[in-house]
């Protein structure tokens, strides 16, 4: 089991907006930036945002993240159907002195 | 442009042992926390250990704590992973990736990836 956790999948239609939500508690969300990355099959993991809410150069604003307590949130506006990949959160964890990956949640466009 | 490459990832039988190397180009290696990340076949990501610029500070998941080894060489622009003691659990694929200057900055750059399989 994950520290972080987040819904095993997701889905949505071309043009919805859809969230991906990642909980944690108080010594790792709680306490720390989180951050998000979109995994294509077969390749590496590429930033999708950091410290929370922000977008590295070329990530489009379709993309957002937030974050409310103990728990931190992904938004994809506009869906598009090369967005269908997995996304992972992680953080710091305070407690365990490591940084800690969500269970990644994989993201089907119907 | 800035790249990672790992290379020294292979078959190993139970107990025994492997290192990956990963070289960087296209920034300046030595002003980074690097850090190796894991991906066992179909399954999540996992942290597996952070080393600083200086190699003062060194951080390891509690999965491979005490049997693996992370270093760097920054004359040469490289990270180390010294994997012994290998179980099957630790079959999966080994990213190298960048952080900041702090423990705290994201991995913003990742290798593509070396593939580990623990199996007699």
């Known amino acids: 089991q994950s520290v972080l956790t987040q819904p095993p999948s997701a889905s949505g239609t071309p043009g919805q907006r859809v969230a991906i939500s990642c909980s944690g508690s108080?010594?790792?969300?709680?306490?720390?930036?989180v951050h998000w990355y979109q995994q294509l099959p077969g390749t590496a993991p590429k930033l999708l945002i950091y410290?929370?809410?922000l977008r590295p150069s070329g990530v489009p604003e379709r993309f957002s993240g937030s974050k409310s307590g103990t728990s931190a949130s992904l938004a994809i506006s506009g869906l598009r159907s090369e967005d269908e990949a997995d996304f992972y959160c992680?953080?710091?964890?305070?407690?365990?002195?490591?940084?800690?990956f969500g269970g990644g949640t994989k993201l089907t466009v119907l | 442009q800035v790249q990672l490459v790992e290379s020294g990832g292979g078959l190993v039988k139970p107990g025994g042992s492997l290192r990956l190397s990963c070289v960087a180009s296209?920034?300046?290696?030595?002003?980074?926390?690097m850090s190796w990340i894991r991906q066992a076949p179909g399954k999540g990501l996992e942290w597996v250990s952070y080393?600083?610029?200086?190699?003062?500070?060194?951080k390891y998941g509690e999965s491979v704590q005490g049997r693996f080894t992370i270093s760097r060489d920054n004359a040469k622009n490289s990270l180390f992973l010294q994997m012994n003691s290998l179980r099957a659990e630790d079959t999966a694929v080994y990213y190298c990736?960048?952080?900041?200057?702090?423990?705290?900055?994201?991995?913003?750059?990742w290798g593509q990836g070396t593939m580990v399989t623990v199996s007699s």
């Open positions: 080393v600083n610029m200086r190699s003062t500070y060194i």
């Open positions: 108080g010594s790792n969300i709680g306490s720390n930036h």
């Open positions: 410290r929370t809410h």
């Open positions: 992680v953080t710091w964890d305070d407690s365990l002195s490591a940084w800690m």
């Open positions: 296209g920034f300046s290696f030595s002003d980074y926390y």
């Open positions: 990736a960048r952080g900041g200057t702090s423990f705290l900055d994201v991995f913003d750059i």
